[in-house]
């Protein structure tokens, strides 16, 4: 399985990003995908996990209310979409898959990662 991210960028405070993940090769409904992001010298925090199967949806406390996750399964491609960003959510933002349907929000849980994509909130 290959991970393309794409759709970060630089945006105001205040402003909305929607990042995409389009998963190509082996899939199934058996999987879940998540976003974290990291900034330099941190660990990745997860911030966003959608189930293939049944779309449960989980946030972070920080996503809750300003982030959407979504997934389009025709198209192999898991949305986050960002709005009110603050300037605190700069970060390279990651997506993940795993396995089975369970949304972790530890990352050893996800074997395949994303190249990753930079998001830059200016105040």
């Known amino acids: 399985v290959q991970l393309q991210a794409s759709g970060g960028g630089l945006v105001q405070a205040g402003g909305s990003l929607r990042l995409s993940c389009v998963a190509s090769g082996r899939t199934t409904n058996d999987a879940a995908t998540a976003w974290f992001r990291q900034v330099p010298g941190e660990e990745r925090e997860f911030v966003a996990g959608?189930?293939?199967?049944?779309?449960?949806?989980y946030y972070a406390d920080s996503a809750k209310g300003r982030f959407t996750i979504s997934k389009n399964s025709a198209k192999n491609t898991v949305y986050l979409q960002m709005n009110s960003l603050k300037p605190e959510d700069t970060a390279v933002y990651y997506c993940?898959?795993?396995?089975?349907?369970?949304?972790?929000?530890?990352?050893?849980?996800?074997?395949?990662w994303g190249q990753g994509t930079q998001v830059t909130v200016s105040s």
């Open positions: 959608i189930r293939w199967s049944g779309g449960n949806t």
């Open positions: 993940a898959l795993r396995w089975g349907s369970t949304v972790h929000t530890a990352e050893q849980w996800y074997s395949y």
